[in-house]
Structures are given as C-alpha cells and as structure tokens.
C-alpha cells in the first residue's frame, strides 16, 4: 500500500526550514528518502531502520518512528539546491523478496 | 563510475509497436527493479529481479516483459504498445533490499 505524503508542495525561501511527512497503514521497520529534480533521476539521501534516526548531508535529517508508523523528513537552513521532489518508500514483502513502495511525493521550491 | 545505464533516452512509438528498454548496471547488484512514472502519481513498480535467473510481478506488469539472464542486465519489453504506456521509466538497481537504490537518469516515452 502507498505510503501517504504530506504536504502536497511547499514553498520556502532560502534558509528556512521545511518537514516532510511520510505515514502508512502497514507497520514499518525501515523508510528509504529520496529526492529528485526535474527531468533527473531519483537520488537516495537516506535509509532509516526501526529503532534509529540517521543524519543524512548538508543539514538534512530524519527520523522514524515505528510506533505511530511515520518517518519526517527534516530540511534545516534551505538552500537553493534542496529545491526538487521529496519520495518516501517503504518495503513491502511478497513472496519472499521485498521491494520499495513509493508516495506520491513533496514538491519542495526554496526561492532566493 | 557508470552506475545504472538506461537507453534509449527518449521513443516515440505507434500504438501496436514492440519495443525493449534497455538497462544495465556495473555495481554486481543482485536487486533489480523497474519503475513507471507518471505526472503526480509517484513510482510504481512494474517489475523486479532478485537475482539472474528470477524475476516478479510488481504493482503494473500488464503489458511489460522482463528477463533476467545476467546480474548485469535486466531489460524491459513492451509487447502492443498503447497510449497507457506513456510515461517516464526508471530502472533501479541495490546491493541488498535494505540498501539504498541507485536509479538509472530514465527512459521517456511516449505512445501515439
């Protein structure tokens, strides 16, 4: 099932802070973050496993919690560069092999 | 480093048409995957590889082929294309379910 993303876009200028949220209905034991500027590729910023929060570059972090079934994702002192669409994906097993579910995705648009 | 090589870039192909999406990786991943994306929705799995020789049925395979007979390559047919099959396709390739993925820069297409 897909995970649910929130919000939908913002807009920040640069050096504020932004959170993304990212929840789903399954229990979760990881949460994978991505972003992707137009026209490119998805580029992996970080993983997070049950019980841990992980710092990822620059001043972007997230955290995960099991419990409520939700990870945030954390972007502190925007840049310019942070503009781009935020994915989170969560595993989902089937027949043994597991593979990434993905949201819909946060629009994110730092402006100088 | 060349990472996750898609081609081609860009096709435009007449509805009924065939065609393989080519992609490749050099990093010795057993994880293979393929992604559709189109506008707003996110990515959605179309199929995926465990390893040479293994591959299964994502969220969308209908109307996709997929063969895995090298660790390297994990190509993506399309039989009787139709205007559906517009979109933009990623392939994606990890060392582990519990790793990061790296994608390929995509495929766009487009079915007239």
């Known amino acids: ?112 | 480093n060349a990472g996750v090589t898609q081609t081609p870039k860009f096709r435009i192909l007449k509805i009924g048409q065939s065609m393989t999406l080519q992609c490749a990786q050099d990093m010795n991943h057993n994880y293979m995957y393929w992604y559709r994306q189109d506008p707003g929705m996110g990515l959605k799995l179309i199929y995926y590889s465990v390893g040479a020789g293994i591959t299964d049925k994502g969220e969308v395979p209908n109307g996709y082929n997929v063969s895995r007979s090298t660790t390297e390559d994990f190509p993506l047919r399309l039989e009787l294309a139709a205007p559906s099959q517009t979109s933009v396709y990623f392939c994606a390739s990890s060392r582990a379910h519990e790793s990061g993925y790296t994608f390929g820069s995509g495929t766009r297409l487009t079915v007239v």
């Open chain 1, 1 to 112: 099932q897909q995970p649910v993303q929130s919000p939908q876009a913002v807009i920040l200028r640069e050096g504020e802070d932004a959170v993304i949220n990212c929840s789903s209905s399954k229990a979760l034991y990881s949460v994978h973050w991505y972003r992707q500027k137009h026209g490119e590729a998805p580029i992996f910023l970080m993983i997070l496993l049950k019980g841990g929060e992980q710092k990822g570059h620059d001043k972007i972090s997230a955290s995960f919690n099991e419990k409520k079934q939700q990870s945030s994702l954390y972007l502190t002192a925007s840049q310019l560069s942070y503009s781009g669409t935020y994915f989170c994906g969560t595993p989902e097993t089937q027949g043994g092999s597991e593979k990434l579910v993905f949201g819909k995705g946060t629009k994110l648009t730092v402006n100088p």
